[in-house]
T-cell receptor, first 113, second 115 residues
Framework: DQQVKQNSPSLSVQEGRISILNCDYT??????FLWYKKYPAEGPTFLIS?????DKNEDGRFTVFLNKSAKHLSLHIVPSQPGDSAVYFCAASGDNYGQNFVFGPGTRLSVLP | NAGVMQNPRHLVRRRGQEARLRCSPM?????VYWYRQLPEEGLKFMVYLQKENIIDESGMPKERFSAEFPKEGPSILRIQQVVRGDSAAYFC?????????????FGPGTRLTVT
């Protein structure tokens, strides 16, 4: 049973519009959440994080929202650019200092020019 | 400054053969972590090594899998007598000290296919 789910395997968005990537989790003990981006033939790179004491974290065009009661987080990219086309993984853990992050299967984002 | 390097990038093995996956960490990094991504699933931590020592192998299957990080040379993930269920992407990551996942630098991965 997957503890972290990304129910949309793929998403296509027009350049300049907003991309919203969703992630749901089942374990109420998760307190720390990450988003990674992965280009083909490259390893995942860390993008942004949020802890459960916040409901929003922003870094430039990237904003992560956390709804703990719904066990749901989302990554917003505004405005979307063709270079954002990649696979996005969310990950969750009960702590932020170890290797115990549970990763979702990823969503492939395509930003169309 | 070269990033984390993994080779081979693609590896095909028949059932029962051995697979050896190599990981060269970033320059100055002495901590290596291996992760596996099975089809349709997320990355899962397997093992954490520091030079010549296995620090945490809690995610490693108990049989057929082993890992090492010798004083000289790359870290090796070894899978003996591979089975179809071993087909996956194997990623290694490195760091200059013990760190959480989000502070590790990932390599491009090795895609293992077992036929």
């Amino acid at each position: 049973d997957q503890q972290v789910k990304q129910n949309s395997p793929s998403l296509s968005v027009q350049e300049g519009r907003i991309s919203i990537l969703n992630c749901d989790y089942t374990n109420s003990m998760f307190d720390y959440f990450l988003w990674y981006k992965k280009y083909p033939a490259e390893g995942p790179t860390f993008l942004i994080s949020i802890s459960s004491i916040k409901d929003k974290n922003e870094d430039g065009r990237f904003t992560v929202f956390l709804n703990k009661s719904a066990k749901h987080l989302s990554l917003h990219i505004v405005p979307s650019q063709p270079g954002d086309s990649a696979v996005y993984f969310c990950a969750a853990s009960g702590d932020n200092y170890g290797q115990n992050f549970v990763f979702g299967p990823g969503t492939r984002l395509s930003v169309l020019p | 400054n070269a990033g984390v390097m993994q080779n081979p990038r693609h590896l095909v093995r028949r059932r029962g053969q051995e697979a050896r996956l190599r990981c060269s960490p970033m320059k100055g990094h002495s901590h290596v972590y291996w992760y596996r991504q099975l089809p349709e699933e997320g990355l899962k931590f397997m093992v954490y090594l520091q030079k010549e020592n296995i620090i945490d192998e809690s995610g490693m299957p108990k049989e057929r899998f082993s890992a090492e990080f010798p004083k000289e040379g790359p870290s090796i993930l070894r899978i003996q007598q591979v089975v179809r269920g071993d087909s996956a992407a194997y990623f290694c990551a490195s760091s200059p000290r013990r760190t959480a996942t989000y502070e590790q630098y990932f390599g491009p991965g090795t895609r293992l296919t077992v036929t």
